[in-house]
Every structure is written in C-alpha cells, then in structure tokens.
C-alpha cells in the first residue's frame, strides 16, 4: 500500500510562497514600488495560477465526475469526465484535453477582463518613471518560482494528480483566485483613498499574503484528505478481495 502523505502542504511548498510574497514587501519598503507596480504583479500571478493549472488538468487522474460529463463550447459538445481508465503513475491523459480547453477558454477571458479592470483603474502607466518592465519581472520571478515548486513537489511529489478528478481541477483556481483577488481590489481601493502612503501598500501586501496562504494550506488539505479516503477505499476493496479468494 503506497504511504498517503498526512500534511496539508510541504513546508518546502508553505516556505516559497510566503519567500515570494515578501518580494513585493521589499519592493515597497526599498525600491520604492508604487500600486500600480504591486497591482500589475498581482494580476500577472492570477495568470500563472491559471497556467498551471493546465498541465494539472491533463496529469489528473482522479474519477469522481460522472460519466458523460459534458460542456458546450461554440455549439459543440466537449466531454468533460476524463481518463476511463486512469493509469498508475504520472501520466498525461489525452482524454482530459477537453477539459483543459474548456478551462483554458474561460480563465482566460476571467483574466484579461481582470486585467483591464486593473490596468484601466490602478495601473493606467505601470511602467512610467523609474518602473520599468524588469520591475515587474522581478516581482513576478519570485511568484513563479514558489507556484512551480508548489506544483512539483505537491501535485507531482505528494501525487495529488492522483486524488483529483480534472473536472474538480478545472474548478480549483476560481475559489482561491476570486477570494485572493476580491481582497487585493479592495485592499487597493483603501490604498488609493488614503493616499497610497507606504503603510497601506505594506497592510495590502500583507493581506494579501496571508489570504494566499490561507487559500492554499485550504487546497492543499483537502487534496490530503482526498488521498486518505482513496487510500481507506483502495484498503477496504483489497481486504474484502482477500476474504473471497481466503
């Protein structure tokens, strides 16, 4: 029986996320960055959150979506219920390519009309002055780094693939997302009242590291305990097949 790791998240995966949500702390604090700089990291991250989650979609292996789970896309019908028969180990599933489409599609137009609310009311010249593109690739390299990592050592390393239906993945990033940027736009709408001053920036910034955290140490429980009922089922189904055979 393989071992079904108990933590909501490595600590490796927890130590990432907090390192990388400090850089736009430092940004703030030394280098001067303003809200429209922070602003546009943020949603360029959303984007990241999103593109991850593809290759998640297809390496998901999990069954729990009903069969002919089905979604329109342009009049057409896109099966939406993934690998009949998953495989053990990692594997990409061509069977969860609809899905991947599907999610593709609609994630996208949830982050460029972000993007336009964002560039439009907080960021109308994000790279005036002395900010310029490599600002925001700094911000964003950090991000990159501690999603990524996430990915390989949770997903992969703890075989959450394992776990996760790709419907149920398809739908992973919307409650995180939704909730971590609902606070951002109203963090910086109080930043923007006030001024702007440092200590906003920084009471955003850490708002928005510890709703991050929180969301994820959330996704990364459940994903645990997804694993510990699969593996209770998988035990009681070998118990039940060695009473016949006994």
């Given at each position: 029986?393989?071992?079904?790791?108990?933590?909501?998240?490595?600590?490796?995966?927890?130590?990432?996320?907090?390192?990388?949500?400090?850089?736009?702390?430092?940004?703030?604090?030394?280098?001067?960055?303003?809200?429209?700089?922070?602003?546009?990291?943020?949603?360029?991250?959303?984007?990241?959150?999103g593109?991850?989650?593809?290759?998640k979609?297809?390496?998901?292996?999990?069954?729990?979506?009903?069969?002919?789970?089905?979604?329109?896309?342009?009049?057409?019908?896109?099966?939406?219920?993934?690998?009949?028969?998953?495989?053990?180990?990692?594997?990409?599933?061509?069977?969860?390519?609809?899905?991947?489409?599907?999610?593709?599609?609609?994630?996208?137009?949830?982050?460029?009309?972000?993007?336009?609310?964002?560039?439009?009311?907080f960021?109308p010249?994000?790279?005036?002055?002395?900010?310029?593109?490599?600002?925001?690739?700094?911000?964003?390299?950090?991000?990159?780094?501690?999603?990524?990592g996430?990915?390989?050592?949770?997903?992969?390393?703890?075989?959450?693939?394992?776990?996760?239906?790709?419907?149920?993945?398809?739908?992973?990033p919307?409650?995180?997302?939704?909730v971590?940027?609902?606070?951002?736009?109203?963090?910086?709408?109080?930043?923007?009242?006030?001024?702007?001053?440092?200590?906003?920036?920084?009471?955003?910034?850490?708002?928005?590291?510890?709703?991050?955290?929180?969301?994820?140490?959330?996704?990364?429980?459940?994903?645990?305990?997804?694993?510990?009922?699969?593996?209770?089922?998988?035990?009681?189904?070998r118990?039940?097949?060695?009473?016949?055979?006994?």
């Amino acid at each position: 029986m393989r071992p079904v790791p108990t933590n909501e998240s490595s600590p490796l995966a927890v130590a990432g996320l907090v390192a990388a949500n400090a850089v736009p702390v430092l940004g703030v604090l030394f280098l001067g960055w303003p809200l429209s700089v922070v602003m546009v990291i943020y949603w360029v991250e959303s984007g990241l959150i999103g593109a991850l989650n593809l290759p998640k979609i297809l390496l998901a292996a999990g069954s729990d979506v009903p069969a002919n789970f089905n979604a329109t896309i342009n009049g057409r019908q896109v099966d939406l219920s993934g690998p009949s028969e998953p495989r053990d180990g990692l594997h990409l599933y061509t069977e969860n390519a609809g899905i991947a489409g599907f999610f593709l599609a609609h994630y996208g137009i949830f982050w460029v009309v972000h993007g336009v609310f964002v560039f439009s009311v907080f960021a109308p010249a994000p790279f005036s002055g002395a900010y310029g593109l490599s600002t925001v690739v700094l911000g964003v390299l950090g991000m990159v780094v501690s999603h990524a990592g996430s990915f390989l050592v949770n997903f992969v390393g703890n075989e959450e693939y394992r776990a996760t239906s790709p419907g149920m993945q398809m739908k992973a990033p919307y409650s995180r997302v939704v909730v971590l940027h609902l606070t951002i736009i109203l963090g910086a709408f109080v930043v923007t009242l006030v001024g702007a001053p440092i200590a906003a920036l920084l009471l955003l910034v850490g708002l928005k590291t510890v709703t991050d955290l929180a969301a994820h140490l959330r996704e990364h429980r459940r994903a645990a305990e997804r694993r510990r009922e699969q593996a209770e089922v998988s035990e009681r189904d070998r118990r039940a097949e060695v009473v016949e055979v006994g």
